[in-house]
Structures are given as structure tokens and as C-alpha cells.
């Protein structure tokens, strides 16, 4: 064969394409190659016979397809892999391709090696073939051949490529952290490994790698990240999965400005390098801000309709439903055409969320209100409603009275519910949300929880109020927040005993339960701890987003169903009562029964 020289590859990343098998990738040919002898290796896409002189073969990798012209027969079939050899030329006149990147050339007087034969496929190799998810997963190696998923898969690696550039840039090593760990309190399920020197014992895996990378600031590294897996036991959804992959970070002798800065520049930088656009400068909402304007902490920017208080405008009012401590709308613009069904959904679904009603105004001309609540109101209420929320004549105005939390969260959802749209779709809308409550809630023994994690450090100003008033405790915890999905959270860390033992007591963790607990972490710290922050970013939601994908199982190579089977393997599949008995384990049903009845690890179902 003729020495041709080889190209560079972009694709990869700069390394060249060609080895000892192949001179080209098929995806990059075109006419300035024309004339130039290549030999291919791929898969066969398609091919057509004419007759016993002439076939036609659309050979695939992963950079794209080329038409190959072969002067006789083919013996290979669709997903055969072979290796063709020919010389690239001008498609004849006419017949040039414009939906093919390669469209304007073929490759001719191709001489076809099979490398190895191929079962028909269990489906077309097409993006444009819609494709059962679980037939896809059984056959994940198939679909991992189409190019959307290739091109995520690529897409993935450069996020994750811009991410470390930037860590390694600010100064951060990155240090691997155990796999088979002591629980981390993230607040979701673990995963448990079962220890088969130490019976009755186990591992856990880690939720993240909170406690060793604060370790590692006592240890000195200073600025430590890693890209790290994740697990947890939590239920499957669009943007969840039990294993998960973070941009994990923590940094010594640091604020949360400084935290917030490193994180925005790896974020922006991968921004850039996924899309071609570098987002601006990432704006902040307080926590308190974000409930009371958007319902949420999770706000998507991407659309107004924000929150309007009506508080002032029904105090004192004689409406029952509107006699609450906090009076919210919401204003849908046009929706005064909402049918009394669609309203009545909308009140439905606000009951769901926890409201105890919602009230609904349909603005008409001449500013009338139509709604069944217009009657009882005022004069005053009446403008003060058009007024504070600024509808005019076709709006719709959604209104709940609550607790101002529950007020908020209802509208918020109904917000993003009726205006809207799929997470993935532009613009890009990035938000920090800062000054997060250290606690959230009550447990079932009305001590109060943590929101974020029991290490995050409470803002200096609140500190007081930890014994006398521990809900109103803000915290120095940051989330960032894009197009609606939380990306990624972190916080200011307890370094000092003093402290951390107080936010213990809040949380009614006593001292012998933390001491055995996370008495590896306490007594570190007493070795001498610097200040230190940190945070970690979803990477998987990220790709997830710029792939323009609604589920961060189109971003994983080997992602698991919903019910939290791999159907290619057949995980969780039983284990064998040798395997058991070594673990010191014993089944408590049948062994090969699930939950319900059903065989784990036929990978039935989802
Ligand atoms: N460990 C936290 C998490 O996984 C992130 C952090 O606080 O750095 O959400």
C-alpha cells in the first residue's frame, strides 16, 4: 500500500488518527483528499448491491460515514467490521450527498477485508430510529455506536478535560480518596459492602468524599479536587443516578468568595469548551430571596413570572381563604382563556403540593376580575391586586395564602409547570444561591436537620441564635444553580471544636454518638485544622445540559434503569450461597426471589 501521510485528528483531541490498521478516519475525508489512496476500518453502516459489478458500502466510525464503491460483490453485512481500501474521489455529478459531512467525495475502486462477521443488529444504528429504552440499554455497545451518544460521550470528556485544566491551573492536586469508606453524611442511603475478613462488619460506600477531603486540608494539601464517584442509594430519576460523577473540591485558609471563584471559573471554562461561549459572570440570589421571588432554591432564571407579595395588599381582609400569614401570586400572562377545567387542575395540583386551596383571577377588560372570590373583595384589594402583580386585561392570577415557605414553594412549582420549558434548551442561566438556613426542618424527634451537611459552618452573625433559634441559623452554604437543576453545593467548614460541638447538640447528636461516629474527623481536627470551603459540581447534569439531553442516562456510558438494573449485565443479580456464606451472610427469602416476587437480574422491568 502506498505511505500516505496521516492526518491530525481533531476529535481526539489532537492525537493522530491513523495506525497501523487505517490511514484515515472516515468521518474527516473530503476534497482536498481527493486522489489520495486510504484504508478505513469500521463498521458497515449500509450496503446496497447492484448487480454482481457494482456495491455500494457506507462504512462507519466514530468520526462519521463515507460512501465506498466496490467493483463487485460485498460480503459483508450491516455491522460487519472491515477494513476497506480504495481511493478517494469526486462523487459523479449530481449524486453528492449535502445531509453527509463527506457528501462530496466516495471513496472508489474499494477492496473490502472483513475483520469480523456480525449478528444483525438489535436495531438500526440511526439517531433518527426510535428505540425502546430497555432494548437500548440491554444492547447499551449498539447504542453506544449512534452518533448522539458518541458525541456525548466525547462531549463528557471535554467538560471533564476543561475541568481538571482549571483546577490544575488555580493551583489543586488532584488526590484519589477510598472507594470502601465509613459512612458520609449526605443525607441519603448508603450502599454497604460487607466485609468477608471481618463477618457481620462492612464498608460503605461513599456518598461523597466530604470527610477525606476535609481531612486532606488537615493534612495540608491545601487545594485538593478530584473527579470523584459518588454513590448513593437514593430512587432513580431524569437527573439521578445511584453512582454519579462530581467535580469535588476543598481548599484550606479560603472564604466562600474564594471558593466561589475557583468553581465558577472551572464552570465557565467547561462552559466554553462544550458550547464555544464563554457565560458571563455568574450572578447571586440569597436563599431567602430565591424562595420568596421564585418558590424555589433551584431557581431557572430563564423566565420571569416571578413571585408578587400580596401580604400588604390583605392585610387585614376579610377573606377567609386570604387570612394567612403570607398571601402569594403569580401572574400567567394571556391565561385568562384557562377553562374552569384547567383551573380546577391547577387548584388540584396546588392541593397536591400542600396548599389548602388556590385562588384564581382572570383578568378581563376594563380590569374586572373574574373569579369566584371577587365578591368578597374590596375596593382597595381589588386595585392593590392589579397594582402589586402588574396584570392587565387576558392575564391569569394565581394566588395561595399560607405559611410564606409553603405559600412560595406551591407557586414556584406551578411557575415553572405552566411557563416553563425542558432544562437542556438555551440560553444557559447560571445562578448562585448563597446564605442557605444551616437547618431545614424537623426529624421525627423534633431536632432540627441539617440542610446541608453537620460540618457546614453557620454565618458569623447568626451564631448566637444556635441554641435560642436554631431554624432562623443561616449558614455559609452555596448551591449553583443552572437552568433550573441544582448543579452542584458546597459550604464554609466547621474547623474549630467549639463550634462543630455546639452545631452537634443543635442537631441532637450526642457527644458519645458523634464520637463514635465521626470521632476519626473530631480528633484530626484537634491536630491542628485551617479554615478551610468547599464544594462539588454534578457532572453528569452538567454534560447532561449541554448535550441538550433531558437524562443524565444519555451522558453515562453504562447507565442504570430507573428501578436500578443494568440490563446488559443483569445487575443486581443473586449471589451464589458460597459467595454469602463467605460474606457471613444470610438470605432472608429464597435466594433468587426479589421484593415482589420477581428474579433481580433478569433486568425485567424499569
Ligand atoms: N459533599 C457535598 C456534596 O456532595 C459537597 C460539598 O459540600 O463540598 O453535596
Not at 448508603?190 to 463477618?199: A, D, M, N, Q, T
Amino acid at each position: 500500500m502506498k505511505a500516505v501521510p496521516p492526518p491530525t485528528d481533531a476529535t481526539a483531541g489532537g492525537t493522530r488518527s491513523a495506525t497501523s490498521m487505517r490511514t484515515h478516519l472516515c468521518g474527516e475525508l473530503g476534497e482536498a483528499d481527493i486522489g489520495r489512496e486510504v484504508r478505513l476500518c469500521g463498521w458497515v453502516a449500509r450496503r446496497r448491491e447492484h448487480g454482481e459489478h457494482l456495491a455500494f458500502v457506507d462504512l462507519r466510525d466514530h468520526s462519521g460515514i463515507v460512501q465506498c464503491v466496490v467493483p463487485g460483490t460485498v460480503e459483508a453485512r450491516s455491522e460487519y467490521v472491515v477494513a476497506v481500501t480504495g481511493v478517494v474521489r469526486a462523487r459523479p455529478e449530481g449524486t453528492a450527498n449535502p445531509d453527509l459531512a463527506t457528501g462530496a467525495v466516495e471513496v472508489g475502486e474499494c477492496a473490502v477485508e472483513v475483520l469480523a462477521a456480525a449478528d444483525p443488529p438489535p436495531f438500526a444504528v440511526d439517531d433518527r430510529v426510535e428505540v425502546d429504552e430497555a432494548v437500548r440499554l440491554r444492547h447499551r455497545y449498539v447504542d453506544l455506536r449512534r452518533p448522539r451518544l458518541q458525541a456525548n460521550l466525547r462531549l463528557r470528556a471535554t467538560v471533564v478535560r476543561a475541568l481538571r485544566h482549571a483546577m490544575d491551573r488555580q493551583g489543586f492536586c488532584e488526590v484519589e480518596t477510598p472507594l470502601l469508606w465509613a459512612p458520609t453524611p449526605e443525607g441519603a442511603r448508603e450502599f454497604v459492602v460487607p466485609s468477608r475478613l471481618h463477618h457481620g462488619s462492612g464498608y460503605v460506600l461513599p456518598q461523597s468524599p466530604q470527610l477525606a477531603k476535609q481531612l486532606l486540608m488537615v493534612a495540608g494539601l491545601d487545594r485538593y479536587y478530584q473527579v470523584a464517584r459518588c454513590l448513593r442509594d437514593e430512587d432513580l430519576r431524569a437527573d439521578r443516578q445511584f453512582e454519579f460523577t462530581q467535580l469535588d473540591v476543598e481548599a484550606s485558609f479560603v472564604d466562600q468568595e474564594d471558593v466561589l471563584g475557583f468553581v465558577s471559573e472551572a464552570v465557565l471554562d467547561a462552559a466554553e469548551a462544550a458550547t464555544g461561549e464563554r457565560p458571563a459572570a455568574i450572578p447571586r440570589l440569597t436563599w431567602a430571596d430565591a424562595i420568596d421571588r421564585y418558590g424555589t432554591d433551584k431557581p431557572d432564571l430563564r423566565f420571569g413570572m416571578e413571585l408578587v407579595d400580596l401580604s400588604a395588599t390583605f392585610a387585614g381582609t376579610g377573606v377567609k381563604a386570604f387570612a394567612a400569614p403570607a398571601v402569594k401570586a403569580l401572574v400567567v400572562q394571556g391565561g385568562a382563556t384557562s377553562t374552569r377545567s384547567r383551573l380546577d387542575a391547577l387548584t388540584d395540583r396546588a392541593r397536591q403540593l400542600g396548599a389548602k386551596g388556590l385562588a384564581w383571577f382572570r383578568v378581563g377588560e376594563d380590569a374586572t376580575l373574574d373569579s369566584p372570590l371577587d365578591r368578597f373583595l374590596g375596593d382597595d384589594e381589588r386595585a392593590g391586586l392589579l397594582t402589586a402583580t402588574g396584570a392587565v386585561p387576558g392575564d391569569l392570577v394565581l394566588v395561595v395564602a399560607d405559611e410564606h415557605r409553603l405559600a412560595c414553594t406551591v407557586l414556584g412549582q406551578l411557575r415553572v409547570e405552566v411557563g416553563g420549558r425542558p432544562v437542556h434548551e438555551g440560553p444557559y442561566r447560571y445562578v448562585w444561591v448563597v446564605d442557605f438556613p444551616l437547618f431545614d426542618g424537623l426529624d421525627d424527634a423534633g431536632n432540627p436537620m441539617a440542610a446541608h451537611h453537620p460540618f457546614t459552618m453557620p454565618h458569623p452573625d447568626d451564631l448566637d441564635l444556635l441554641e435560642r433559634d436554631p431554624l432562623a441559623v443561616r449558614s455559609q452554604a452555596y448551591d449553583l444553580v443552572l437552568n433550573g437543576w441544582e448543579l452542584g453545593s458546597g459550604s464554609v467548614r466547621i474547623h474549630r471544636g467549639d463550634v462543630q460541638e455546639r452545631v452537634f447538640a443543635a442537631l441532637g447528636i450526642a457527644e458519645e454518638e458523634a464520637a463514635a461516629r465521626f470521632g476519626f474527623l473530631l480528633g484530626a481536627f484537634r491536630t491542628g485544622a485551617p479554615p478551610h470551603a468547599g464544594f462539588a459540581v454534578g457532572i453528569d447534569r452538567l454534560v447532561a445540559i449541554f448535550a441538550g439531553e433531558e437524562s443524565i442516562r444519555e451522558v453515562i456510558a453504562f447507565p442504570k434503569t430507573q428501578s436500578g438494573a443494568d440490563l446488559m449485565t443483569g445487575a443486581p443479580s443473586p449471589l451464589a450461597p458460597s459467595v454469602l456464606a463467605e460474606l457471613g451472610l444470610v438470605p432472608k427469602r429464597p435466594r433468587g426471589a426479589g421484593p415482589d416476587g420477581a428474579s433481580p437480574g433478569t433486568g425485567a422491568g424499569r
